[in-house]
């Protein structure tokens, strides 16, 4: 079974410009995630798809950050424009149902200088 | 808010000791609660996911302990290796909605 695939895998730009990350997650999983880790901190949930709809994306700073999952498939993180405290790893997870065990992709980390 | 607590001091112990991670939460139990490893420049891997009517789950040579009164979850590894080296993450979901909260991870180093 092919894991979630998440592109690029390092990615460094500078303050106010935009970067996008890709997610395909485990085919036939209902739930994606996007989370954003900070260097020696736990993965902290920026936005959760149920299918096409969005479930929760209390944590994503709207300003800044959007989302979007395409046909319930394959979802885009965009930042723009980034600032310095946006560097960290950005994980992309999904899972069968809401209440089952999330599978991870490999993560993005992104360097704002 | 809710809290959760991982110990954030690294533990270390000796190959073939049992190991064990703390997690801690405030206020209201979850709907269950899941144990993750992470290796360094990867994605947490998923270890086992426990329910809250349940008090202990059991997978080779983990075990999870789920302690609604104390508000506390315990990941044990008996015989441990140093292939077990890594930081495990505990995450809970409180409103049964697939949102998971994770504490910052505890690191175990494995000596030989």
């Known amino acids: 079974e092919a894991g979630v695939a998440q592109s690029p895998r390092y990615k460094i730009i500078e303050k106010r410009q935009s970067v996008a990350f890709w997610c395909n997650p485990i085919s036939g999983h209902a739930t994606l995630y996007w989370y954003q880790q900070i260097l020696g901190q736990g993965p902290k949930l920026l936005i959760q798809f149920q299918n096409n709809g969005v479930v929760d994306d209390s944590q994503l700073p709207k300003d800044r950050f959007s989302a979007e999952r395409l046909k319930g498939v394959d979802s885009t993180l965009k930042i723009q424009p980034a600032k310095l405290e946006d560097s960290a790893v950005y994980l992309c997870?999904?899972?069968?149902?809401?209440?089952?065990?999330?599978?991870f992709g490999q993560g993005t980390r992104l360097t704002v200088v | 808010s809710q809290k959760i607590e991982q110990n954030s001091e690294a533990l270390n112990i000796q190959e073939g000791k049992t190991a064990t991670l703390t997690c801690n939460y405030t206020?209201?139990?979850?709907?269950?609660l899941q144990w993750y490893r992470q290796d360094p420049g990867r994605g947490p891997v998923f270890l086992l996911l426990i329910r809250e009517n349940e008090k202990e789950k059991r997978k080779e040579r983990l075990k999870v302990t789920f302690d609604t009164t104390l508000k506390q979850s315990l990941f044990h590894i008996t015989a441990s290796q140093p292939a077990d080296s890594a930081t495990y993450l505990c995450?809970?979901?409180?409103?049964?909605?697939?949102?998971?909260?994770f504490g910052q991870g505890t690191t175990l180093q494995v000596k030989p």
């Open positions: 206020n209201y139990s979850p709907a269950y």
């Open positions: 997870a999904s899972s069968l149902w809401t209440d089952s065990e999330a599978f």
């Open positions: 995450a809970l979901d409180f409103g049964n909605t697939g949102k998971l909260i």
